[in-house]
C-alpha cells in the first residue's frame, strides 16, 4: 500500500509537511491518523468558508442585475412621462390636437415595450387559442367560423414568449 494515499494532500501543504507526516505515520500510526483528520477538518472549513462567499457574492449579483434592469426598464418609460407632461402644459381646447398628442404617446409606449420584448398577441380573426385568449364572451350571429375570435376587448401581450396578460375576446360560437 503507498504511504501517499493516506495523507491527503491540500493547496496548502507543502512537500516538508509531507515528509513529516509520512514519518509520523512510521513511528505512530494514531498520530498519522490525528494529523489526518485535522487535515480534513481544516479543508472542511475553507470549503464552507468559500461556500459562504459564493453565497453572498451570488446574492449581491442578483440584487444588482434587478436594479440595472429596473433602471433599464425606467429609462425607456421616461420619454413617455415627458411627452405627457407636455401635453398637459398645451392649450386643451383644440380637440385635434389633443388627440394627436394621445396617439404619439401610446406610439411612444408601445415602443418602449416592444423594445424590452412585449408583444401584442395578435387575436381579432384568429381560432381561438385558450393559452393566449380569455373567451368573455360568445357570440351566436355574425361572420366568421366557428371558435374564431370575432372581437377583441382588452388586447393581451406576451413577454419573450411569456404571457404576461391573456387576450380578452369574443368568440364566435
Do not use: C, W
Amino acid at each position: 500500500m503507498e504511504k501517499e494515499k493516506n495523507i491527503p494532500e491540500t493547496e496548502e501543504t507543502t512537500k516538508e509537511e509531507t515528509v513529516e507526516q509520512e514519518e509520523a505515520a512510521e513511528e505512530n500510526p494514531l498520530e498519522a491518523l490525528q494529523a489526518e483528520i485535522s487535515a480534513l477538518q481544516d479543508k472542511n472549513l475553507r470549503l464552507m468558508a468559500e461556500f459562504e462567499n459564493y453565497k453572498k457574492r451570488t446574492q449581491k449579483e442578483k440584487e444588482s442585475s434587478y436594479e440595472f434592469a429596473t433602471a433599464d426598464t425606467i429609462g425607456k418609460l421616461l420619454p413617455v412621462l415627458d411627452t405627457l407632461e407636455l401635453s398637459l402644459n398645451q392649450d386643451a381646447t383644440d380637440g385635434n390636437a389633443f388627440k394627436a398628442g394621445i396617439e404619439l404617446v401610446v406610439k411612444q409606449f408601445a415602443a418602449a415595450l416592444e423594445k424590452m420584448g412585449v408583444a401584442e398577441i395578435p387575436a381579432l380573426n384568429e381560432p381561438f387559442n385558450p393559452e393566449l385568449h380569455n373567451a368573455v364572451l360568445r357570440a351566436e350571429d355574425g361572420d366568421g367560423e366557428p371558435d374564431t375570435v370575432v372581437e377583441v376587448l382588452q388586447k393581451g401581450y406576451t413577454l419573450k414568449e411569456r404571457v404576461i396578460r391573456h387576450s380578452m375576446v369574443k368568440v364566435k360560437a
